[in-house]
């Protein structure tokens, strides 16, 4: 079951107040909604492949209207993996069309909302609610890539459904795609705010479970990753080191301090140590701790020796 599944299963159980499941019965409609007309007149169409959302349709109209619905079931494919389901409504046809803000003014089906209808902050999250059972799509939290989607047949119900969700501050946005247009987010935090919006504590708390497990192991693995390469980095400094002193020691005649003699020899000591432990190793062998600036500054003292060598050798 996909993730978009889950939530709209989640959301079909809810109980609201009647302003809020007449906001959430608008949206439904002005997202997936048509109108048919024959010759017994017109009729309102609701379609979904989703179970959870038509029982959710026709709860809903019921409980609001106590009107019959005609509900049919059809394969939509050959392989008949999904079934349609089609929800059509005859009967106070017009009534509806206004109580629900299906017509506008310029007798325009399934655009502009009606403000009345989305009055409430309730209501709003109901419209969202409705919207999102309709026709949102939302990626399953074990991925990295997080995207939340409506889709409208419209800009104008597109732009309804953006300037909704921001007024709740879930930075959604527009854009157009093959078949319409749809609303977005694209952020973490603002889909598990828009899982908090509609209602859906339980698909949100596994959406905030499954992402904070994910960040942490990436955490980790980032962890690791620096600690590996710091690792690396330091057998490579080692290495190099040893190459110096080897290059040092083939010259009998060469003079060196005493602090160089001290790093030369924890370094052949502990051959794979960095200067951090180096440092520590040198109280065990000396009056006093090495700092690790101290040591570094040495080893480039050496790695200078070194070179001159070379290059007076003519190897360099």
């Excluded at 959604?172 to 705010?193: H, M, V």
């Amino acid at each position: 079951m996909s993730f978009s599944t889950i939530v709209k299963t989640e959301l079909q159980s809810l109980k609201h107040l009647n302003c809020c499941n007449k906001a959430e019965l608008s949206a439904l409609l002005h997202i997936n909604g048509s109108i048919e007309k024959n010759a017994e007149g017109i009729s309102i169409v609701f379609q979904t492949t989703n179970n959870a959302v038509v029982r959710r349709f026709t709860s809903l109209v019921k409980d609001l209207y106590d009107i019959e619905i005609t509900l049919l079931v059809k394969k939509i494919n050959k392989l008949k993996k999904h079934d349609l389901f089609v929800a059509k409504i005859s009967d106070k046809v017009n009534f509806l069309l206004t109580d629900l803000s299906l017509i506008n003014e310029n007798a325009v089906f399934f655009q502009d909302v009606d403000r009345r209808i989305i009055e409430d902050e309730c209501c709003k999250k109901a419209y969202l609610r409705g919207a999102f059972l309709a026709s949102g799509s939302i990626n399953s939290p074990e991925t990295s890539a997080y995207h939340l989607e409506i889709q409208s047949f419209s800009m104008v119900q597109a732009e309804v459904v953006k300037d909704i969700s921001n007024e709740f501050s879930l930075n959604a946005k527009t854009s157009q795609n093959k078949r319409g247009f749809i609303t977005y987010i694209k952020e973490a935090e603002k889909i598990a705010d828009f899982l908090r919006v509609i209602g859906a504590s339980n698909s949100l708390f596994e959406f905030e479970d499954s992402r904070i497990k994910r960040d942490f192991k990436n955490s980790i693995n980032r962890v690791i990753n620096c600690d590996l390469a710091n690792e690396k980095k330091a057998m490579d400094a080692a290495n190099n080191q040893l190459e110096h002193i080897r290059i040092i020691e083939k010259r009998t005649n060469v003079s060196l301090s005493k602090s160089m003699e001290e790093a030369i020899f924890l370094r052949k000591k502990y051959p794979e140590a960095s200067l951090l432990e180096l440092s520590y190793a040198s109280i065990e062998h000396f009056d006093e701790q090495i700092s690790k600036s101290a040591l570094n500054h040495r080893f480039r003292s050496i790695k200078d020796l070194a070179n001159k060598i070379l290059i007076e050798e003519g190897k360099k």
